[in-house]
């Protein structure tokens, strides 16, 4: 067993959240960059703590919950690193009354690998295997650093903006903020009196803005390694493009609109799905009604609904969709590529209202797991069992900050613990359909449709 402890000058108060410990082969990266659901997955384990004092030891032994091995008893003998972190959790409580123990994004867009004041320990080398008669002592003496400021990043084209939410800090008991990168187009500062149609490129948190490049490739770039297009020298043909994008959009004829991504982390996930939800609380409100009219504002928007549009793909596919939907008169074109599931009946592969079990393909006499994911050549990498379990790893309640996890807090009412109602039974994948019948009333956009 592993018995782990933080010195004194790590924290000024107890603290609570989430220690995990990864066993990891040997290798340049850290273990917590190692972290994974595919074939690359390495060993490890978490346990809750709460009210940890500083040189108080906490256990971490056989009854850990393990991913993909359950019990760190299983561990095959041979040559590990070790390291250990805690994701730390705030108490926030909301105007619902619930009161819940949740990681905050502190402005890394909800990476608890990289998440600054998460604690960590240096990595340690060590062989497993045979009589251990005394436990591996780790200390977390490591904390993550603060993000540098965003408005680092800006451009004579890009502008960043960050305001209070009323709407959101009301809901958290807490001030909740909302970003976005506004890409400005050509001839802004030399028309002073134009104003310009909105578009927002919705999808994952952006730590910076993404897609163009305002200076030629690099051409001393290295090439690096795509795992997921087995291609040497993905990041030069992203430089490339990113270079075209920024000279396209500065030619005069270009269509000229105010470029948006948007931040808006929640507790649960690196973006809210951009609509409201009893877990999340009025993302889709705030969004809509306190910062784009403020970024129309400062930017000389038009601010009407007939020159707004939405695009995005994934969960940007899910959200171009849906507030398009559900706030049809405030948009005038939705473009959507490879969504999110739309239609419950088709939840990756889990049909909602149908099936019984989400792990396993419905047969009397036998039990196929369903698959999650598939590599490049498309050989299945994931079933969804092993993700949920994954996630649970990494945090009960709800709380890994990934996507299994993350549609729960969207989609799900609140549970009787405060939580996000489990769609599921995490251990059995047993599928409740009273929250199942939940979903398709609020989020089911096929049948919303």
Partial sequence: RFSITYPAGMSSEPLT?????????????????MVAWDQDAVPFFGIDVSGWKPGEKKSIDGKAFGFPIRSIDDLPAGSYRVQAVLNRYETFVRSD???????????????????????????????????????????????????????RLETPYVRYLRIRSERLSKFWG???FL??????PWGFDEHPNARYPLVIAHGHFPGEPSGFREAPPDPDLKPDYSKRFRLEGYNRIQQEQAWQSHLDWITKGFPRVLLVEIQHPTPFYDDSYAVNS??????????????????EKRFRGLGTGWSRFVYGGSTGGWEAMAVQMFYPDEYNGAWIACPDPIDFRHYELVNLYEDKNAYYLANPYKRTQRPAHRNWLGQVDSTVQEQNLYEL???TRGRSGDQWDAWESVYSPVGPDGYPRRIWDRLTGEIDPVTAAYWREHYDLGHIL
Avoid at 17 to 33: H, K, M, N, T
């Fill in 278 to 295: 009893a877990n999340n609380g009025p993302y889709g409100d705030a969004i809509q009604y306190e910062l784009i009219p403020e970024i």
């Fill in 179 to 184: 970003g976005a990168w506004v890409r400005l």
């Fill in 174 to 176: 807490r001030d909740i």
């Fill in 17 to 33: 959240g989430r220690l995990l410990l990864i066993v990891a082969p040997v290798s340049e990266q850290e273990p917590r960059l």
């Fill in 97 to 151: 009354g619930q009161r819940l123990e949740l990681p905050p994004d502190q402005g890394e867009g909800q990476v608890w690998s990289r998440k600054p004041g998460n604690l960590y320990s240096k990595p340690l080398s060590l062989r497993i295997g045979g009589m251990t008669l005394r436990p591996v002592s780790i200390v977390l003496d490591q904390k993550i650093p603060a993000i540098e400021p965003f408005e």
């Fill in 393 to 395: 790893a990494l945090g």
